[in-house]
């Protein structure tokens, strides 16, 4: 079974950053496009930042500037580097990723349980 494991969340002043991570554990044979979304209070489910397996990146315009998308295969890990950040940043935010289990598996799309950032004013 694969499942991923977001952390870093926590409460943070306006201005301050935090890293997230997010690691995916289990029998995996390969991991394409791997993100990070988030949910605010009353809102639905939005993009943050996505990268493929090669790098490629991705980001929502309310982030570009201000946060960083990266991965390591090797750990079939990615991270968000959040700076500057703000307080309408606040929200659960939950990794997703592309899982391949097997060669001949299809890709499975998988999400992690949130990890609440909260950001005062």
């Known amino acids: 079974q694969v499942q991923l494991v977001e952390s870093g969340g926590g409460l943070v002043q306006a201005g301050g950053s935090l890293r997230l991570s997010c690691a995916a554990s289990g029998s995996i044979f390969r991991i394409a496009g791997m993100g990070w979304y988030r949910q605010a209070p009353g809102k639905q489910r939005e993009l943050v930042a996505t990268?493929?397996?090669?790098?490629?990146?991705k980001y929502s315009d309310s982030v570009k500037g201000r946060f960083t998308i990266s991965r390591d295969n090797a750990k079939n890990t990615v991270y968000v580097q959040m700076n500057s950040l703000k307080p309408e940043d606040t929200a659960v935010y939950y990794c997703?990723?592309?899982?391949?289990?097997?060669?001949?598996?299809?890709?499975?799309?998988?999400w992690g349980q949130g990890t609440l950032v909260t950001v005062s004013s």
């Open positions: 997703n990723a592309f899982v391949m289990v097997t060669a001949s598996s299809a890709y499975l799309a998988l």
């Open positions: 990268i493929t397996s090669g790098g490629s990146t």
